[in-house]
């Protein structure tokens, strides 16, 4: 029987691209209609961002760990957290977490080595993009990375939490990725993150300037694969 997913969401955009993904992918490995369990989790946003707005990752940790004994408690096997950002909180809570958890960064990294990428533009919100999250998991494969400037930060992060994060998908948002998108493609990139779980509902191969690595649904596949086990995928 596959393994029961545990999800720790945030935001609820993201959270529920992430929960559809594994829902209806998992057919292709379990049969019609068919996927793991899976069970979800979530504290309002208005938690996580009152700490996140006073650079309080101590507390965004014990916001995930509620949320993992939760999950625990009711049989998950191992959780996921489709949110990027969050993913800054998750050194304070490994230690401690009565479930494993998969890491979204690590998760893109590999997929971007796989795909014989070398230099990763990074997006997602301003707290993510200026962190180590995605630096340290791209270093570790042999990765270089670009950042957005200063001020395409503050942009895109405004996007994000007064549009993206609130279900609006807005056509100059879109544009306005895509510029900051080939902005990296011109400083080297080869291949561009994105780091926040809603960009990929307006962000896609389709119409980026470079290669995506959309690491919402590359956290759900590799939830996924964890889920059905090897002998399952080798079916």
Same mark, same amino acid.
């Given at each position: ?25 998992g057919a292709a490995l ?16 208005? *938690? ?7 650079? *309080?990752?101590? !507390? ?5 760990? *509620? ?6 408690r009711i049989g998950a096997? %191992? ?26 960064? #690590? ?37 270089? %990375? ?8 503050? #942009? ?5 939490m007064d549009e993206l ?9 879109? !544009? ?46 590799? !939830? ?6 090897? #002998?399952?995928?080798? !079916?």
């Amino acid at each position: 029987m596959a393994g029961h997913i545990g999800i720790v969401a945030c935001s609820a955009e993201g959270a529920a691209l992430c929960y559809r993904t594994i829902c209806v992918e998992g057919a292709a490995l379990l049969g019609p209609h068919a996927h793991p369990e899976v069970s979800m989790h979530t504290h309002s946003l208005a *938690d996580y961002m009152a700490a996140i707005y006073r650079g *309080d990752w101590a !507390a965004v940790g014990e916001i995930m760990l *509620d949320s993992a004994g939760k999950l625990a408690r009711i049989g998950a096997d %191992f959780v996921i957290c489709p949110d990027n950002t969050i993913h800054q909180a998750l050194p304070h809570v490994q230690a401690r977490s009565p479930l494993p958890w998969l890491h979204i960064a #690590e998760v893109a990294a590999g997929h971007a080595a796989e795909r014989g990428f070398h230099r990763i533009g990074l997006t997602g919100t301003k707290w993510l993009v200026e962190s180590d999250v995605y630096p340290d998991k791209l270093a570790a494969r042999g990765l270089a %990375f670009e950042r957005p400037t200063a001020a395409e930060r503050e #942009e895109c992060n405004r996007i994000i939490m007064d549009e993206l994060v609130q279900s609006r998908f807005e056509p100059p948002s879109v !544009a306005y990725f895509q510029q900051v998108i080939g902005g990296l493609k011109e400083r080297g990139c080869d291949a561009v993150v994105l780091g926040c779980t809603e960009i990929p509902l307006i962000i896609g191969d389709g119409n980026s300037p470079l290669p995506t690595l959309d690491s919402t649904r590359l956290l759900a596949r590799a !939830a996924l694969r964890r889920a059905v086990g090897d #002998e399952a995928l080798a !079916a």
